[in-house]
T-cell receptor, first 111, second 115 residues
Framework: TQLLEQSPQFLSIQEGENLTVYCNSS?????LQWYRQEPGEGPVLLVT?????EVKKLKRLTFQFGDARKDSSLHITAAQPGDTGLYLC???????????FGSGTRLSIRP | KAGVTQTPRYLIKTRGQQVTLSCSPI?????VSWYQQTPGQGLQFLFE???????NKGNFPGRFSGRQFSNSRSEMNVSTLELGDSALYLC??????????????FGPGTRLTVT
């Protein structure tokens, strides 16, 4: 069974602090996505990483795909209250296989 | 381009009834996936339809079914509702070209409450 484990499950930090969220698996993925979901809404795609070792930046968010394409991390610099939400990683082994979602990291940024 | 739309947004049903949820994907997207999201279980994959055929299926009982029409619109049906079916049901569509085929674009969801 393919599993994507995210850690931590919950994170509450002060505005301005930095944080890292992890997404780990024993399986190799063709690509991995990160989503953010706010209450009452569907998840919104943030980024896709496809190459082992790839690093992508989205303003204060930095995403990295592991060299072996089994894990990924999301680093947020100088967190702001607007970063609050549920962060989900997702991966698939091929374009025709089902997409597996991680259990999510619920992030709360205190002003 | 319009996003993924889901109807209805909220639904209250009684145990034993059945329900049909509808999803219209982004124009040009041929793949539609359905997910169930609950606080305890997270986001669970139900099934995926591509060109009117079920391409992938999650581990849900046969009470959960779906279909896709020639215009890529999709419906999911849950029969004999149970209290545990209360959840946010999310629909997502994706393109089928290259790495974009992995990227899911979600609708706002249908909040189903079973009493």
């Amino acid at each position: 069974t393919q599993l994507l484990e995210q850690s931590p499950q919950f994170l509450s930090i002060q505005e301005g602090e930095n944080l890292t969220v992890y997404c780990n698996s024993s399986s190799v993925f063709s690509s991995l996505q990160w989503y953010r979901q706010e209450p009452g809404e569907g998840p919104v795609l943030l980024v896709t990483v496809v190459t082992g070792g790839e690093v992508k930046k989205l303003k204060r968010l930095t995403f990295q795909f592991g060299d072996a394409r089994k894990d990924s991390s999301l680093h947020i610099t100088a967190a702001q209250p607007g970063d609050t939400g549920l962060y989900l990683c997702a991966g698939a082994r091929s374009s025709a296989s089902k997409i597996i979602f991680g259990s999510g990291t619920r992030l709360s940024i205190r002003p | 381009k319009a996003g993924v739309t889901q109807t209805p947004r909220y639904l209250i049903k009684t145990r034993g009834q059945q329900v049909t949820l509808s999803c219209s994907p982004i124009s040009g997207h041929r793949s539609v996936s359905w997910y169930q999201q609950t606080p305890g279980q997270g986001l669970q994959f139900l099934f995926e339809y591509f060109s009117e055929t079920q391409r992938n299926k999650g581990n849900f009982p046969g009470r959960f079914s779906g279909r896709q029409f020639s215009n890529s619109r999709s419906e999911m049906n849950v029969s004999t509702l149970e209290l545990g079916d209360s959840a946010l049901y999310l629909c997502a569509s994706s393109s089928t070209s290259g790495t974009a085929s992995y990227e899911q674009y979600f609708g706002p969801g249908t909040r189903l409450t079973v009493t």
